[in-house]
């Protein structure tokens, strides 16, 4: 709901359990009253005002009409340069003499009941809400040089979200440069909060980061063009005593796919300010009179409930109003992708094995990765060209067909803003490339990236890829982004424009993914950089799944996709079993580990599934139809985090249904401990008086690793790495120790699941549960009807 305090100009706005107040000052600014627990409304919200009301030595004062005001300790809604407040601003101009001093003050607002569009970028659907109106505008004007800022303010009740977004028009006769424009500045009067956010690098995206604020100006950012993987567009503010499960936190993302920054700044008067946008760094847009420049969404949230609260908010904003209506809720089938089974080593009678093995598996849909067009058989030719590779007997079109002929849907790679030196398209455009002419460029991948703020690429590329799509009838498509910028410059922009490339080429992509998501609205889209280099809520409008990853070795994976979890729900998030050992630690985990950290995710498989063992087979066979017994729960079920694998040799997760009457928990063990200790799980959201059976997923254990001690678990005799013992492993299904506690709710959440014992070294029963290094579970937890 939004409150309006008409005559004292308090604005209210209110989710389920949220209250974001703000309010006009005397001065014009506007400021913040509030951001937090849920307030009910009241007439007026002065006594929320709280201001130094002494005069503070050593500032500026505002002006002689308000004495000893100063700008630096307001919770300023908007921060500008010029006028006494001295933290980091959110806006810069320089005006046409040369003068860069702003000041916006309060003009009017409005009331919408639809949420505002913000053109040419993409943001978060109108949301549902059931009472009154859903966007607040607030109209900002500079007196002096004739600037409007539009801040528009949207609530998304049931997911306890709000977001903000804002335009700057110029209603001048002169030019106005934007040096810095970032979408929202939020002021907190305290400091006591920790800074939580996601840092890392190739095959090592997501990391959880956690750490005190110190005075002065933290700042996470991208320069590389995309979000990027060193730090997603993602900050989160805790309380110290908040964990998972309690304690204050505020969550805010930024839906952006570019150069990024966001801040965290606290003042000498202990005031934390965060901010999000578009880098300020390498970037200028020139303002003509009468133009608009539109900022990028930032979601917020605040959550008295600890960290899984603030995720969950976040799924379900991503889930119900910032992915596709066709994907909200929608399946995600279960892939294989030929990658890491091939590389670029295939031809149709290979990747056609593959396809035939995934059917009989039960495989969903086969996706032909990179190297199918041009001369493309390794990293240095070929992207910008879109004809079929001669390793292809027939073409993709041909391919596709007989790929959808044994009843698997038909999904392909493309890289489509790259371009290859060595490609029949640099030929023709060497212009189309960014790079200068006086210098050589360096190259990323072996490639060059292509000017998508040039309207002439953007065609080139939505004429390529609807005919492709349209020949081959693809169902799924998985675009990817391999390099960074580097040798910035556009033959196509002006000088004046040149700084403004990076967020022009944001533009022209989302331009090419709006058009072809509406011609083409039954393909479903995977974005992909190198893993996760551009996972971020801006993609995710038009693609609602990313490859989270390049490392799909489990271990690894578990950290990655639990730092992921922050912000994106799993349906969002790709996970693939991959081969043994890992390409990318060369780790071997057992095929059943795989299984159970993919699991959670959008299941595929990416390792050469001919060469699997029967063993394997039937493994996987067993893995994809407890998948699809367990789908909606598995990527749409209510998320939490329990035990983090950045602090812990465990790692517990789970997704639970509406009711909570279902769940499936992961536990996963890093390495086996000697003489390990009794376990048990408390989980609180289960209800209390309900009954529950608590049962292990039936997986097997290859009885390789038992190595000598096998004979401690087969009933017949047989030699260690022996003939028997080899044909064996390949073919027994040796299960793991069976698992069935049952025990209410309340027990659960109090006392915790009582696990079965480890194996310490000392005895293999039936009672005692082999992990070992890298181990895991699924655990399938339901409600018992009490007399059942
Ligand atoms: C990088 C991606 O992340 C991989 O999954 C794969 O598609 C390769 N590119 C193909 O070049």
């Not at 309060?106 to 919408?112: A, E, M, Q």
């Not at 978060?124 to 109106?133: E, F, V």
Request: glycine content about 6%.
């Amino acid at each position: 709901m939004i409150l309006v305090n008409q005559d004292a100009l308090e604005f209210h706005l209110q989710t389920n359990d949220s209250s974001y107040i703000i309010k006009v000052a005397e001065t014009g600014h506007l400021i913040n009253l509030h951001y937090g627990n849920k307030l009910k409304h009241r007439e007026h919200f002065s006594t929320l005002d709280h201001r130094f009301n002494v005069k503070l030595g050593s500032t500026t004062n505002y002006a002689p009409e308000h004495g000893n005001l100063t700008l630096e300790t307001l919770k300023l809604e908007t921060a500008c340069y010029g006028k006494g407040d001295y933290r980091d601003p959110q806006f810069q101009f320089e005006y046409a003499d040369g003068s860069r001093t702003s000041d916006f003050i309060y003009k009017s607002y409005k009331l919408n009941s639809k949420k505002i569009k913000i053109d040419g970028l993409p943001s978060c659907h109108s949301p549902d809400n059931k009472n009154g109106p859903t966007s607040l505008t607030i109209i900002l004007h500079e007196p002096v040089k004739n600037l409007e800022l539009h801040i528009h303010y949207s609530i998304f009740e049931s997911a306890n979200i709000i977001s903000r977004s804002a335009e700057v028009i110029n209603t001048s006769s002169d030019i106005v440069n934007i040096e810095k424009a970032l979408s929202a500045c939020i002021d907190f009067s305290h400091s006591d909060f920790e800074l939580i956010h996601l840092e890392g690098k190739w095959t090592k995206e997501a990391q959880l980061t956690r750490h005190a604020l110190n005075k002065g100006n933290f700042q996470i950012d991208s320069k590389k063009g995309v979000s990027g993987a060193n730090h997603n567009p993602f900050l989160c503010l805790a309380m110290p005593d908040c964990d998972e499960f309690k304690g204050e936190c505020y969550g805010f993302g930024l839906v952006y796919s570019g150069n990024h920054q966001c801040s965290v700044e606290v003042s000498p008067y202990d005031y934390t300010r965060v901010m999000l946008g578009i880098n300020s760094f390498d970037f200028r847009w020139v303002l003509s009179p009468k133009e608009t420049f539109s900022l990028p969404e930032v979601v917020m949230t605040f959550s008295s409930g600890g960290l899984n609260s603030m995720s969950r908010n976040f799924h379900t904003l991503v889930n119900r109003h910032l992915v596709q209506a066709q994907w909200q809720g929608a399946p995600r089938p279960i892939q294989v992708n030929n990658w890491e089974a091939t590389y670029f080593d295939f031809d149709a009678k290979k990747l056609l094995s593959i396809a035939k093995k995934a059917q009989e598996l039960g495989i969903e849909m086969f996706v032909l990765d990179d190297g199918w067009f041009g001369k493309r058989d390794d990293e240095t030719t070929s992207l910008g060209d879109y004809f079929d590779n001669k390793k292809l007997r027939g073409g993709v079109e041909k391919l596709s067909k007989r790929i959808k002929d044994l009843g698997l849907k038909f999904g392909i790679w493309v890289e489509p803003e790259m371009v290859s030196i060595d490609s029949q398209l640099y030929k023709k455009h060497p212009d189309w490339a960014i790079q200068h002419s006086d210098r050589s460029p360096s190259l990323g991948r072996e490639q060059l990236l292509l000017d998508m703020s040039n309207p002439e690429v953007i065609d080139y590329l939505y004429e390529q890829l609807s005919n492709l799509f349209t020949r081959t009838n693809t169902d799924y498509v998985k675009w990817d982004h391999n390099r960074n910028f580097s040798d910035i410059y556009s033959a196509f922009l002006d000088k004046s424009q040149q700084a403004s490339f990076s967020h022009r080429y944001v533009l022209g992509l989302y331009l090419l993914l709006e058009k072809l998501t509406n011609a083409f609205p039954n393909i479903l889209f995977e974005s992909c950089s190198s893993g996760g280099n551009r996972f971020d809520l801006g993609m995710l409008a038009y693609m609602p799944q990313t490859w989270t990853s390049d490392n799909t070795d489990a271990l690894e994976r578990m950290s990655i996709q639990y730092g992921t979890s922050l912000l994106y729900p799993l349906s969002t998030m790709s996970a693939h079993v991959s081969g043994r050992p890992s390409h990318q630690v060369l780790r071997n985990t057992s095929i059943e580990t795989r299984f159970n950290v993919a699991a959670f995710g959008n299941l595929g498989f990416q390792l050469d599934i001919t060469q699997l063992t029967p063993f394997e087979s039937k493994a996987v066979k067993q893995q994809i139809a407890f998948y699809k017994q367990h789908r909606s729960l598995l990527q749409y079920g209510e998320f939490y985090r329990l035990k983090s694998p950045f602090e812990n040799n465990q790692m517990l997760w789970m997704v639970i249904n509406d009711d909570n009457s279902e769940a499936l928990l992961g536990y996963y063990q890093k390495q086996q401990q000697s003489n390990s200790n009794l376990e048990s799980i408390r989980l609180p959201m289960l209800n209390a008086n309900d009954y529950y059976q608590v049962l292990n997923r039936p997986q097997y254990v290859n009885i390789r690793q038992f190595g000598d001690l096998v004979n401690e678990q087969l009933p017949v005799s047989i030699k260690d790495r022996g003939v028997l013992h080899g044909l064996l492993a390949n073919h027994y299904m040796h299960e793991v120790t069976k698992e069935n506690y049952e025990l209410y709710g309340d027990q659960i959440s109090a006392f915790g699941i009582p696990l079965k014992s480890q194996f310490v070294g000392t005895e293999m029963t039936d009672e005692v549960r082999f992990i070992g290094d890298c181990g895991s579970r699924i655990y399938q937890i339901r409600k018992l009807e009490i007399n059942q």
